[in-house]
């Protein structure tokens, strides 16, 4: 009977020795170890609550060869939550009347955009950033010769680059195509390439350092290398600032910069969730209307707007369920080789989650890589518990 119990407990000890041990690692360490697992390169992490910055943590190097740690002033590329904050620049627009989100992009673009088997459905904003517009990213789209106009102006190549089986506005299909389209579509109104005008429009005014290319990056020393998921090279500093960029306004071949190639530090990302955590605020000034925050977490759907597909994006703000228990979070994530990239809000407790690395293991637990959930889970621990 004593040997049963001595087994009991030690089993008990067992279970109970990793929980013991997280509670007593600070969060750094948490956080560290978090990194560490996923064998990440450099990295950050940035908590903000009730509009302030509550926390931040860094991780490792910007680049293996210099050994340069990771800091505050670093710039991480965020690949596809690129499209969120280019959607924070379009809701802006809207907000000051430069576009409407259920406008005909034709009006914009200056040639009719149709899909060939759907003549009378106009291809709006509203399906582009709900990833509703029923594009096709064919060859056409992988080729860098290739001209915007030419793939989806009717009266050219249209057919090929639209699903003929996929009446616009009805069936959600995530599209880098579409939001590349959408920084033409800045271009094509505001007369400037996309990059100079979001840096003149909506990073400038707020004090963020950011761009979508190294070439217009004022301190480049402060830029992160890239890696692979085995932790090989992707891109070093001096081959993105070996890539021309043209700071004219180009619709024609610039419809990729919108998809994911933003450079941002990890604070200046937490600000702008800052703006969608909230009332579209950030320190007291106005960025976004009140309106736009809301639609930016109003499913689409036939009775609301009438998107008849029950896309998870509303002006490329995804809604998780499964972050938090029992709380809806918005943001986006981006994901590149072994790029992460995570802005998350949570409106009730004004939480805002920013993650970013710049190359790591990049397993993915429903949807969200495992690296944030781990994150979150320490941020949910201390913030919301």
Known sequence: MKRAWVLVLALLL?????AAMAEALSMDEQVDKVFRDTRAVGGAFVVAQHGEIVYEHYYGVQQKTTGVPVTED??????????????????????????APDE???AYLGYTVRNPAY??????????????????ENSSYSSKSSKLRDMIDIERKARANFKSDVKPGTKYAYSNFGAGITGAIVESVTGQDVSSFMRGYLFEPLGIEAAYSATQIAEPDFLTATYH???SLYAAPSYMLRQEYVAEASPDTHYRITVGSLLIRPRDLARLGIVLAGDGTLEGERVLSEEAIAAMRTPQSLETTGITDDSPYSFFTIRQDTLFEGRTVYGHQGTDEGIVCNLYVEPESELVLVVMTNGCKTTREDGIMRITRRLAAIAEEEYLR
Do not use: Q
């Open 104 to 106: 005909d992009i034709s």
């Open 229 to 231: 998921k085995d932790g």
């Open 14 to 18: 067992v279970l109970l020795a990793p």
């Open 74 to 99: 670093s710039f991480f590329r965020c690949a596809s939550v690129t499209k969120l904050v280019t959607g924070i620049g379009l809701m802006k627009m809207m907000d000051d009347g430069l576009l």
């Open 119 to 136: 003549m009378d459905v106009p291809i709006t904003l509203r399906m582009l950033m709900s990833h509703t517009a029923g594009l096709d």
